[in-house]
């Protein structure tokens, strides 16, 4: 199984602020790979899929970059909608994976 | 609109069989660059992936339950199904069921159920 690993686990930060989350693979996964936001009681969202592609409807303050083994989720200025908790996951191979998730805070 | 919406027992006991369904609305099975899946997420934990099956039938699963698990298609009512045997607490999460689209470049959950409670206790 391909390993996902997100840091940091959480964070706190202020609105405006340019918030980064990294998420690396146990190997290489080309660029399948996706980025969720999960609010409380809520079902994960697509927001990024492989690795840099922005799912219809996401705002563009939200990007994701790179490929191979390291992969980032960047919100260009954070809003108050943006605390959440978000998840990496790989489409490279079976069994799908996911990281265990960032949560974003507010500071 | 696409709607996804699961149905379940919420309250089992240990050794019992958990049988989910997911009924699909706004949506055709038909479609080859669809898959149907289950994804359940323990309490205050990350999300882990149990399987996915093709309109057609063709299924594959999470080998960490791959004895315990069969999901199944019915196209005439429109919804799949998640049967896991066995169940102990450790089977305790929220269960999502979500369309996972697939193409030559990304393979993506797009759309999500609101998800069900199983607790799983004696």
Known sequence: DIQMTQSPSSLSASVGDRVTITCRASQSISSYLNWYQQKPGKAPNLLIYAGSSLQNGVSSRFSGSGSGTDFTLTISSLQPEDFATYYCQESYSSPRTFGQGTKVEIK | ?122
């Open chain 2, 1 to 122: 609109q696409l709607q996804l919406q699961e149905s379940g027992p919420g309250l089992m006991k240990p050794s019992e069989t958990l049988s989910l369904i997911c009924s699909v609305s706004g949506a055709s099975f038909s479609s080859h660059n669809h898959y149907w899946g289950w994804i359940r997420q323990p309490p205050g934990k990350g999300l882990d992936w149990i399987g996915s099956i093709s309109s057609g039938g063709n299924t594959y699963y999470n080998p960490s339950l791959k004895n315990r698990v069969r999901i199944s298609v019915d196209t005439s009512k429109n919804h799949f199904s998640l049967n896991l045997n066995s169940v102990t607490a450790a089977d305790t999460a929220l269960y999502y069921c979500a369309r996972q689209t697939i193409n030559s470049r990304w393979d993506v959950f797009d759309a999500w159920g609101q998800g069900t409670v199983v607790t799983v206790s004696s």
